[in-house]
């Protein structure tokens, strides 16, 4: 998933101008964070920290629809979940240049 499907996504995106598109995408991607299988969920968040590393500060049109879904994660049950949120909101700090725990209320 990682060696190909994550980059397939990155290539949509950058190929695209398209707002609407880059949520619609983002919000369907986000979704299997919700999903029953642990694997699942955590490959979501790898595809997603793939994401942002690539596009970089053009995924901040996509962070207010995010935090609701990167907040769930940080109250998973596998340990891992936690970990991998904390380095997207560390990435997506570093192009912001504030704290994401202003997004978090």
Request: charged share 25%; hydrophobic share 45%.
């Amino acid at each position: 998933m990682l060696n190909f499907v994550a980059p397939c996504i990155v290539e949509m995106l950058q190929s695209t101008n398209n707002d609407s598109l880059w949520k619609l995408m983002n919000y369907k991607l986000l979704m299997h964070t919700r999903d029953d299988s642990n694997i699942c969920r955590l490959t979501t968040l790898k595809i997603l920290l793939h994401i942002i590393t690539m596009i970089e500060e053009r995924y901040l049109i996509l962070i207010e629809d995010s935090i609701p879904f990167l907040t769930e994660c940080l109250e998973d049950i596998d340990e891992d979940m936690p970990r991998i949120v904390n380095k997207i909101f560390i990435k997506l700090e570093s192009f912001t240049g504030e704290s994401i725990h202003k997004y978090l209320n």
